[in-house]
């Protein structure tokens, strides 16, 4: 994955989006496409190939979502911001579904706390977010889940990079509230990350895990009051 800072924002259609579809393909608000990897494409040729995320900043809100290479919806993934530090979120693609929260804070040790539901089965991760090795992760409790729900969590989770990195460049992109050092869209798609690494972790990805650590951390630190 390429630096996620060196990221930007654009409201283009992706590169090989088929030209008989509507660009946005969904809403009426401004939609960007998920930059992803080569390689990540060449693993899921059966699967997405494209991604398109949605801030809804007067719903608090974002979407994610899925299509296949003739420009069909495969998923989705819905984020609700629904208290500082809180959110929920429903995933789907076909007949799978998770639902799930994620509660973020920042212990006394410095340490960032991901509290994670999914399908009403809770695990906690805890670690350091500038720690790129993964050495200070530490899980607590287990989520078992069914195949095809862990592939649809690792599928999104893929995306956990991109979307911190499309958080990071909105900032400069969207209005800020004075009280919060990032605007209300870039803390949607901060939150997003977190929601698709932290759900990917439950499936014991370590990439996951400290892919979801990092965005908890931008967004504890630095979304206080974005989307007051």
């Known amino acids: 994955?390429?630096?996620?800072?060196?990221?930007?924002?654009?409201?283009?259609?992706?590169?090989?989006?088929p030209q008989e579809r509507p660009w946005p393909p969904f809403g009426t608000g401004p939609t960007f496409p998920v930059p992803t990897e080569p390689d990540l494409l060449a693993v899921n040729k059966s699967g997405p190939r494209f991604f398109a995320l949605q801030p809804a900043e007067?719903?608090?809100?974002?979407?994610?979502?899925?299509y296949n290479a003739e420009g069909i919806e495969w998923g989705k993934t819905l984020v609700q911001k629904v208290a500082e530090n809180?959110?929920?979120?429903?995933?789907?693609q076909a007949n799978v579904a998770v639902q799930g929260a994620v509660s973020v804070s920042k212990l006394d040790n410095g340490m960032i706390e991901i509290k994670t539901t999914l399908n009403r089965?809770?695990?906690?991760?805890?670690?350091?977010?500038?720690?790129?090795?993964?050495?200070?992760?530490?899980?607590?409790?287990a989520v078992r889940l069914g195949q095809d729900e862990n592939a649809l969590?690792?599928?999104?989770?893929?995306?956990?990079?991109?979307?911190?990195?499309?958080?990071?460049?909105?900032?400069?992109?969207?209005s800020i509230q004075k009280q919060a050092k990032r605007s209300c869209?870039?803390?949607?798609?901060?939150?997003?990350?977190?929601?698709?690494?932290?759900?990917?972790?439950a499936t014991?990805?370590?990439?996951?895990?400290?892919?979801?650590?990092?965005?908890?951390?931008?967004?504890v630190e630095d979304c206080q009051g974005a989307c007051a």
């Open 153 to 174: 969590l690792q599928q999104f989770g893929d995306l956990r990079g991109s979307i911190l990195g499309m958080g990071l460049a909105a900032t400069d992109t969207f």
């Open 1 to 17: 994955m390429a630096d996620i800072r060196s990221i930007t924002l654009s409201t283009d259609p992706p590169i090989g989006w």
């Open 185 to 201: 869209a870039s803390c949607l798609f901060v939150g997003a990350a977190v929601v698709v690494g932290g759900g990917c972790c």
């Open 204 to 219: 014991l990805n370590p990439g996951c895990c400290v892919g979801a650590l990092a965005a908890a951390a931008v967004l």
């Open 86 to 92: 809180r959110l929920s979120f429903t995933m789907s």
């Open 58 to 66: 007067s719903k608090n809100e974002a979407q994610l979502r899925a």
């Open 121 to 141: 089965q809770t695990f906690t991760l805890r670690g350091f977010p500038d720690d790129p090795t993964g050495a200070s992760v530490e899980r607590i409790g």
